[in-house]
């Protein structure tokens, strides 16, 4: 069974960082590109960044460039998000999500979330 | 950024037809994926390429289109499938997702 398992959130201040890691299992990870996506308080969906399964492509929304870095560990089964400056509107549930394969920006498995709340 | 626009929200009756409509602000060929979810819960893909069911998902979802005009549908709809649907476009960076329909039961 494929599983994506969030963790690292919390309450944080404005301005501080945070770091969020997925643990992924029941599937070769090192074969599947990944996102995160979140979800503001009652919002809808936001792609925030991906990263390709080597890590040779990564991208990021303009909202978090320069903020935010994703990373994985392929070894460890692991994908990473590195969010440093953070502020209040990036408040918000970030579910990781699987990259289908042979078919690009389909995300057809997720995590169940972690919450992310920035305030001081 | 490619726009897509999606109806707030839809009351449909058990047993009948639900569709939602999601429209692109520019083409995206058939890079349209349908995401369910649940209160509480992470989305869910049913729907990719535009009419393509993923892998588990029941036949009483489908989805049509292509360019910038796509439809969802639930039929019969039950009441498991009371939810907040997505659609998704690939066609370009960065990803977009539209605002979510939310289905209610009559």
């Known amino acids: 069974e494929v599983q994506l398992v969030e963790s690292g959130g919390g309450l944080v201040q404005p301005g501080r960082s945070l770091k969020l890691s997925c643990l992924a299992s029941g599937f070769t990870f090192s074969n599947y590109g990944m996102n995160w996506i979140r979800q503001a308080p009652g919002k809808g969906l936001e792609w925030v960044a991906s990263i390709s399964s080597s890590s040779s492509y990564i991208y990021y929304a303009d909202t978090v460039k320069g903020r935010f870095t994703i990373s994985r560990d392929n070894a460890k089964n692991t994908l990473y998000l590195q969010m440093t400056s953070l502020r209040s509107e990036d408040t918000a549930l970030y579910y990781c999500?699987?990259?289908?394969?042979?078919?690009?920006?389909?995300?057809?498995?997720w995590g169940q979330g972690a919450s992310v709340t920035v305030s001081s | 950024d490619i726009v897509l626009t999606q109806s707030p929200a839809l009351a449909v009756s058990l047993g009948q037809r639900a569709t939602i409509s999601c429209r692109a602000s520019?083409?995206?060929?058939?890079?349209m994926h349908w995401y369910q979810q649940k209160s509480g819960q992470q989305p869910k893909l049913l729907i990719y390429g535009a009419s393509n069911l993923a892998s588990g998902v029941p036949a009483r979802f489908s989805g049509s289109g292509s360019g910038t005009d796509f439809t969802f549908t639930i039929d019969p709809v039950e009441a498991d499938d009371i939810a907040t649907y997505y659609c998704?476009?690939?066609?370009?960076?960065?990803?977009?997702f539209g605002s979510g329909t939310k289905l209610e039961i009559k």
């Open positions: 998704q476009q690939s066609r370009n960076d960065p990803l977009t």
């Open positions: 999500a699987r990259i289908a394969a042979r078919a690009r920006g389909v995300m057809d498995a």
């Open positions: 520019e083409s995206v060929r058939s890079s």
